[in-house]
């Protein structure tokens, strides 16, 4: 980023130098040239000319001084080095009458002295420095422009002194070729994850695009913004890419939001340099895309030069640095605060303890919320820009403190973010062993304090789809306060997101999504003086769409039942182990050939792709076998043989001809072997080839029709440049795919399967109007269905009463009077049980029937009784045990509580807990508290002190824990408190039907030396148990769909590892572990 100047003498000089040099222009004419460029810092430019005059002229400490000039200030950190040399050979010849401009001055400046102490400094010769500051101090005085500096680069020579012999304990690691490369790479900003690098790279891009547009001021290509995103099972970074939001001019990195979705970057358009933001679309398939950039508002971007600005965790405030008029120094730190209208306030200056009489820059606000990291060139420094940090508390901003030698140095170091627990950092700088000008490395502060904060990585997946859907969002409120932390959107490309949580704190988080069911939880971070980590895995499952009170139920996928024989020489193998697996491999099923050799699976999904897989006692293959396989259409199917043992099929030839789903909304996208289509008018017609919708692809290839009748067949037609190689995929409103078969070129066609339809018991009504207690006679009353249309008329006999014969009671009715009739009429309805029916006043004369019917179910499913009610939660069932499972099912509308408690006669309360819409269970509580299995703390009582809090088992069943020793991740699935745990869970699920199951592990904070970081150890810990889990629940019988794991935590705990782990293993040991809760 590099502040330009662009005055009329510039504009001279480009026509000078092009009208000028094609002729051959003497020496003078030269140095005058080259002497204007100095003047105007453009030092690579005016550098090849004074090297070329230096030739044919030896001894002149004119040239030596504008060569060392040129090498000091060069762009390039490489050739800074090369100053020293010509400089020293300038200071031996100074005049005071130096004349800057005359081509026979063979003199130097007395300057020459002062920029020869700046090149010692560089070169970590500060006793040589000060020698020549303390001479050429004498040779000037208080009114040279010089004079400040010389008492700033005394106190750097002893500050520098200082550092270098009480160096902190670091390790630098070059992120390497895959990211670095020969062009300049620099100012490095990162996910608070670490999966994610933003920077800005000077590098030539693979297309060429910027090739030979080089900046006239240093001669180099334009800043561009590149992202590599990190391998998390190598650590290796990946090849970077260029944003999308590139220009042909200067566009860095300067910072990114905490949930990073916004990325702060610097502009150079007026050569006065603005600040902007660009907030995340899309990152689908790993490929981001970013909004147009939006300057930043208020008064940040001003006529002066706005270099860099970060945001406070929360939003609030925002810090920028500019060198406007009315500061401290040259470049201060200023900062806004967020207004109630989302606007940013006024700016105002951060104040003298911030800000020097010199220049501050490279804000950056760790997660934290109150530390600062910035360079200043000002406060205590070694030379140039150093960083420093500064702490806010209550009485203000602290004393602003230098990181210290040798993450600092005697050059400009100005680029540098923090990891959320402090112990890390990344930055850019040139060293000799790198692989260009300017290079990215991460420093890792071993003698660094942890910050006591807990990043919350969450992994938003979704049972039947791969990436996150649109509209996808984690809320979280913290439970304490009622302030709402934040809204985050899930990545697309892999459903992580992440956030910062204070500690002992509670937070409440929602995860939802259109579409599918909304899961709820709380969590609480305890308090603790150092840093926490905790990833979780949420997945959700689809649910059918409904609308309040008036539910609109899409069709599910009809299933497919397959049935397969095998038979050696025409003689069934009877006895034979067969296993059905998913396209991944993982067992879903199993189960043995019959006496007649024949095997079935059920309830399968007819879209995918299965395999099946023989096991005989042996493990041997079975030579010379048939096999022959047949869904319940009576198909038989094509399967591919993989090995002497397993076989590829689809349940079906033709899933959706036969196994159809229909759709309330649908999405498309189209697209070709070019990419997706965009711009084409996409047309949907109804059964009569009616236009019901019309679309447009959007840049993305994509469409969306919404509110479609469930069971009406629909036509789609593409108006445009249709491609014959073009793939279309339409989903329904859950996510499942839709099948539109080929008309003819351009024209689709769907045919939803029909519905049967159900039995239907008619019933008829009396009813009964009074007023004041007295029969109201002769009064008209009509009876409307449920779109209000007239079904009957009748009118009171003489005591008031009315009757209408064969009605649904499973329908909504509307009763509605007619003529003159008092306000206040009283009408009682009943059928003809003489179960009263509630008809709601819904405006004068006008009653409303709308029923609710709920059943009673067993564990075994067995209806133990039914009803239908006026209200979704006034209905009794008596004689209810509590130490019995029961179920209760609305068919139709249903409530919104997430409980319902029953009474029964004997006074005893049941809390029916929601399961799914319409859906409630009780569970029978054998004990005041959660079953809880424990393993392998013999003789360790201490670690009591890490077993659940009361918080994390609120509406826990059971649950099992492991404490492992050093490394280990492994349980014995023999273990008898682990059986113990596996039988109450194939209990739970015989009676319930399903289960939630929670898995959290931990790893300490001790290096682990078996795996390569302790974040995957403790993902090891938990995805391992997660698979010990599935292998046994598929042996027990237990299939896919009757447990469901909502959230898989892996946490990093423990206190900081002090290198004692001889001596203090118990105190470390006790943060290892994995926990299973079922809910």
């Not at 030739?55 to 390039?76: Q, R």
């Not at 590139?246 to 990195?253: F, K």
């Not at 699935?973 to 015989?990: G, P, S």
């Not at 997660?1026 to 027990?1036: P, Q």
Request: glycine share 6%; hydrophobic share 35%.
């Amino acid at each position: 980023m590099n502040k330009r100047f662009f005055p009329l003498v510039v504009i001279l000089i480009n026509f000078f130098t092009t009208a000028v040099f094609a002729q051959e222009l003497s020496d003078r004419e030269k140095f005058t040239e080259a002497m204007y460029l100095m003047d105007e810092r453009r030092f690579s430019t005016a550098l090849p000319i004074l090297l070329e005059l230096a030739e044919k002229e030896k001894d002149n400490a004119n040239l030596d001084y504008n060569i060392g000039l040129a090498y000091l200030f060069s762009f390039e950190e490489k050739e800074k080095v090369k100053a020293l040399p010509y400089l020293l050979s300038a200071a031996k010849n100074t005049s005071p009458n130096y004349k800057a401009f005359n081509s026979r001055e063979k003199r130097a400046p007395v300057d020459a002295t002062f920029y020869l102490a700046k090149a010692q400094h560089n070169d970590y010769q500060f006793l040589e420095a000060k020698e020549n500051l303390l001479k050429f101090q004498k040779q000037i005085t208080e009114e040279h422009y010089l004079w400040k500096e010389v008492g700033k680069g005394l106190k750097m020579a002893d500050y520098a002194q200082k550092a270098i012999t009480n160096p902190v304990n670091i390790i630098v690691t070059n992120l390497g070729d895959s990211l670095n490369g020969y062009y300049p790479d620099f100012s490095p900003v990162v996910r608070i994850d670490e999966t994610a690098i933003y920077f800005t790279s000077r590098r030539l891009r693979k297309d060429s695009s910027n090739f030979e547009i080089y900046d006239p001021i240093d001669g180099m290509l334009y800043e561009d913004l590149y992202v590599s995103f990190k391998n998390e099972d190598t650590e290796v970074w990946g090849e970077p890419y260029p944003l999308n939001i590139n220009t042909e001019g200067h566009e860095a990195t300067v910072n990114l939001s905490v949930d990073g979705q916004t990325l702060y970057i610097y502009k150079d358009i007026r050569g006065n340099g603005e600040l902007y933001k660009s907030n995340l679309v899309s990152d689908s398939a790993g490929f981001e895309t970013w909004s147009e950039p939006e300057k930043l508002g208020s008064d940040i971007n001003s006529k002066a030069y706005e270099t860099h600005v970060t945001v406070t965790p929360d939003g609030k405030y925002l810090y920028f640095v500019s060198d406007r008029d009315g500061g401290f120094g040259g470049k201060d730190i200023y900062y806004c605060r967020l207004l109630p209208t989302g606007e940013w306030a006024l700016s105002q200056n951060a104040g003298p303890v911030l800000n020097s009489e010199y220049n501050e820059d490279g804000v950056f606000m760790h997660p934290d919320g109150k530390t600062m990291y910035f360079s200043s060139d000002g406060h205590e420094s070694m030379g140039g820009y150093d960083i420093m940090y500064s702490v806010l508390s209550d009485s203000g901003w602290s004393t602003p403190t230098n990181m210290g030698y040798p993450i600092n140095s005697v050059d400009d170091d100005v680029f540098f973010v923090t990891t959320p627990d402090g112990k890390r950092a990344y930055f850019s700088s040139f060293k000799e062993e790198g692989y260009g000008e300017k290079d990215i490395y991460m420093l890792e502060l071993l003698d660094a304090e942890e910050k006591p904060i807990t990043l919350y990585r969450g992994e938003f997946t979704f049972v039947d789809r791969y990436v996150p859907p649109a509209g996808a969002l984690v809320t979280i409120t913290n439970n304490n306060t009622g302030e709402l932390v934040g809204y985050f959107t899930p990545r697309q490309r892999d459903g992580q997101f992440s956030a910062i949580l204070e500690t002992n704190n509670s937070y409440h988080f929602t995860y939802e999504s259109a579409g599918y069911e909304t899961y709820e939880e709380d969590i609480y971070v305890p308090a603790s003086a150092n840093y926490q980590e905790i990833y979780k895995d949420i997945k959700l499952r689809p649910v059918r769409v409904g609308d309040g009170m008036n539910p609109i139920q899409a069709e599910p996928l009809y299933m497919a039942n397959v049935s397969g024989s095998i038979a050696k020489n025409s003689d069934p193998i009877k006895g034979l182990k067969i296993l059905l697996l998913n396209e991944d491999k993982d067992l879903l099923e199993q189960t043995e050939t019959d006496n007649v050799g024949v095997f079935n699976f059920s309830k399968l999904d007819p879209s995918k792709t299965y395999l099946i897989q023989v096991v005989t006692e042996d493990e041997n293959p079975i030579k010379g076998y048939s096999i022959e396989i047949l869904n319940d259409k009576g198909e038989t199917l094509t399967f591919e043989k993989i090995d002497d043992n397993t076989y590829i099929f689809v349940p079906t030839l033709y899933p959706y001809e036969y196994y159809g789903i229909s759709a309330s909304a649908i999405s498309g996208k189209v697209k070709s072997s070019e990419g997706p289509l965009s711009g084409l008018n996409v047309r949907l017609e109804d059964e009569t080839k009616d236009l019901i919708q019309q679309e447009e692809t959007d840049e993305y290839g994509e469409f969306n029709f919404q509110k479609l009748d469930l069971d009406k067949t629909y036509r789609i037609i593409f108006e445009g440049d249709f491609p014959d190689n073009t793939d279309i995929v339409l989903l329904n409103e859950a996510g499942d795919e839709l099948t539109f078969m080929k008309v003819k070129e351009g024209v689709y066609e769907y045919v939803p399967v029909k519905k049967s339809s159900p039995e239907v018991v008619l019933s008829d009504i009396r009813g009964s109007i009074t007023h004041l207690d007295m029969p109201v006679k002769n009064l008209s009353v009509l009876l409307l269905d449920k779109n209000l249309t007239l079904l009957n008329k009748t009118a009171t006999d003489s005591v008031g009463k009315f009757n209408f014969m064969d009605l649904d009671l499973k329908q909504q009715y509307t009763i509605k009077f007619e003529g003159d009739f008092p306000e206040d009429l009283k009408l009682v309805v009943a059928n003809e049980d003489f179960d009263l029916l509630l008809f709601r006043k819904i405006a004068a004369g006008v009653y409303r029937y709308d029923p609710i019917f709920v059943r009673l179910e067993n564990k075994q499913a067995d209806v133990l009784g039914q009803e239908i009610t006026d209200d979704v939660s006034e209905f009794n069932y008596k004689k209810l045990n509590t130490d019995e499972y029961y179920k209760i099912i609305y068919d139709g509308n249903y409530p919104d509580d997430s409980e319902l408690v029953f009474f029964n006669d004997k006074g005893e309360k049941l809390a029916f807990k929601k399961v799914s819409d319409g859906v409630y269970e009780y569970i029978p509580i054998k004990s005041a508290g959660p079953r809880s299995y424990t393993m392998d703390v013999e003789g360790r009582p201490d670690l009591k002190e890490t077993y659940p809090r009361p918080e994390e088992l609120r509406n826990v069943i059971a649950y099992f824990q492991r404490y492992f020793i050093y490394n280990a991740k492994d349980i014995n699935k023999q273990n008898k408190e682990f059986v113990d745990f596996i039988n109450d869970i194939a209990e739970l699920v015989e009676i319930r039907g399903n289960v939630e199951l929670i898995i959290t592990s931990s790893a300490s904070k001790v290096p682990t030396k078996t795996w390569k970081t302790n974040s995957i150890l403790t993902k090891k810990r938990a995805y391992d148990t997660k698979a010990l889990l599935v292998s046994i629940f598929a042996e027990r019988g237990i299939k896919p769909e009757q447990y469901n794991f909502v959230d898989i935590n892996t946490l990093i705990t423990g206190p900081e590892y002090k290198g004692d782990f001889d001596t203090n293993m118990h105190e470390y040991e006790k943060y290892q572990y994995v926990r299973i809760f079922v809910k």
